[in-house]
């Protein structure tokens, strides 16, 4: 299944209040000092630090509260040094006034753009949950993993792909990377998964519904309504996909890639790359009958597992620019299943290139079991 991502959420109440007593500290120790230096030395104009840093954290009725604070706190000052209508104070308290009041503004505008984030992050979040729906962990005789790994910490959406489609003689499965990345590549990924959700149980054999495939995302890629500012690039569009089909009555899978890293099988300990001597062009370069799309058979027996992934995998670096070594890593945990698999490899992942990818990273492990009572 899919990892849940952490949730972005705007920080507890706990830890702000905790925060609340660095702008009151400060308040004390700036009123205790001023108090006691000497006549020539005025503190005052420190005050403003209080609903200065309140502001970076809290929201504007607290740094409100906390500017009020430090007003009263240089009444009191002045009060006890000279008079609170001495010019200098008067001074002070004028600017501590206008400050704490902008320092309000600013925190009201920041937790307004806080609101608006987690909205926004919440849409994008359902956006992906409709996109890319995850894989169940059984489909007939296959037993099946995912994990999606998005490239930077806030983003919750983007241009890998993976699906799953149950036929009446097996299951197919598609995974698949968008050129570039944003809402654009969000839509792309949104066409070609329902064109293949929608034709992957009607088309009779693996290469007509790779061809639909084709056929679609040309067919959007020159709609002319999508030639605006906005769009002005999707000539360069283009998406590299991994179409399988596995029966379930046949130890064989069959393969077409189009422009997509081969995936790996595992087997009995053993990795070994499932190429294709004939791999098409990516979705989107050519026309719908401009491509001869071939498939490949390889053997695909009890206890086998396929590893398809995309791009943003292999090519992680690390440190070094050491890209990812996915076949090593694997063969080391080639017993594993796809569950145990697929969170290992995740947790190298990371790892190696220290917690932060270039690029999304997706991975689908596919294992054949032995068929669910319902199937046999």
Request: a negative charge; charged letters at 15%; aromatic letters at 6%.
């Given at each position: 299944m899919v990892p849940t991502r952490p949730s972005r959420r705007l920080p507890s109440l706990e830890p702000r209040?905790?925060?609340?007593?660095?702008?009151?500290?400060?308040?004390?120790?700036?009123?205790?000092?001023?108090?006691?230096?000497?006549?020539?030395?005025?503190?005052?104009?420190?005050?403003?630090?209080?609903?200065?840093?309140?502001?970076?954290?809290?929201?504007?009725?607290?740094?409100?509260?906390?500017?009020?604070?430090?007003?009263?706190?240089?009444?009191?000052?002045?009060?006890?040094?000279?008079?609170?209508?001495?010019?200098?104070?008067?001074?002070?308290?004028?600017?501590?006034?206008?400050?704490?009041?902008?320092?309000?503004?600013?925190?009201?505008?920041?937790?307004?753009?806080?609101?608006e984030v987690t909205q926004l992050r919440t849409v994008?979040?359902?956006?992906?949950?409709?996109?890319?729906?995850?894989?169940p962990h059984r489909i007939g005789p296959l037993r099946i993993a995912s994990v999606y790994l998005a490239a930077e910490s806030e983003a919750q959406i983007g241009g890998d792909l993976y699906a799953a489609a149950r036929t009446e003689q097996g299951t197919r499965f598609i995974v698949g990377d968008v050129r570039g990345?944003?809402?654009?590549?969000?839509?792309?990924?949104?066409?070609?998964?329902?064109?293949?959700?929608?034709?992957?149980?009607?088309?009779?054999?693996?290469?007509?519904?790779?061809?639909?495939?084709?056929?679609?995302?040309?067919?959007?890629?020159?709609?002319?309504?999508?030639?605006?500012?906005?769009?002005?690039?999707?000539?360069?569009?283009?998406?590299?996909?991994?179409?399988?089909?596995i029966p379930d009555d046949e130890p064989a899978l069959h393969l077409i890639s189009c422009g997509h890293p081969p995936p790996l099988l595992l087997r009995r300990g053993?990795?070994?790359?499932?190429?294709?001597?004939?791999?098409?062009?990516?979705?989107?370069?050519?026309?719908?009958?401009?491509?001869?799309?071939?498939?490949?058979?390889?053997?695909?027996?009890?206890?086998?597992i396929a590893l398809l992934y995309t791009d943003g995998v292999i090519e992680a670096r690390n440190g070094d620019g050491a890209f990812y070594p996915l076949e090593e890593r694997a063969a080391g945990m080639a017993d594993k299943g796809p569950d145990a698999l697929l969170a290992r490899l995740r947790e190298d992942l990371l790892d190696h290139v220290g917690g932060h990818l270039g690029d999304d990273a997706a991975m689908v492990a596919i294992e054949r079991a032995d068929p669910c009572p319902e199937d046999v």
């Open positions: 209040r905790a925060l609340l007593a660095v702008p009151i500290v400060i308040i004390v120790l700036v009123t205790l000092v001023d108090i006691l230096a000497p006549p020539r030395v005025h503190l005052g104009p420190f005050l403003v630090a209080a609903p200065a840093v309140t502001a970076s954290f809290a929201g504007p009725r607290t740094t409100a509260f906390v500017g009020a604070l430090a007003v009263l706190a240089q009444v009191a000052v002045a009060s006890v040094r000279t008079s609170a209508v001495d010019l200098n104070h008067s001074f002070q308290l004028i600017t501590l006034i206008l400050m704490s009041a902008f320092v309000t503004s600013f925190a009201a505008r920041r937790e307004r753009h806080e609101r994008a979040t359902a956006a992906q949950e409709v996109v890319l729906k995850p894989l990345k944003g809402l654009s590549a969000v839509g792309d990924a949104a066409l070609l998964l329902g064109a293949f959700r929608g034709a992957a149980h009607r088309q009779p054999d693996l290469p007509m519904l790779v061809g639909f495939l084709e056929g679609t995302v040309a067919s959007d890629l020159d709609d002319p309504t999508a030639a605006d500012a906005a769009t002005a690039d999707r000539g360069e569009t283009f998406i590299t996909a991994a179409v399988l089909d053993r990795v070994s790359l499932l190429e294709m001597r004939h791999p098409a062009p990516p979705l989107g370069l050519t026309g719908f009958a401009d491509t001869d799309h071939r498939a490949a058979t390889f053997a695909f027996g009890h206890g086998d």
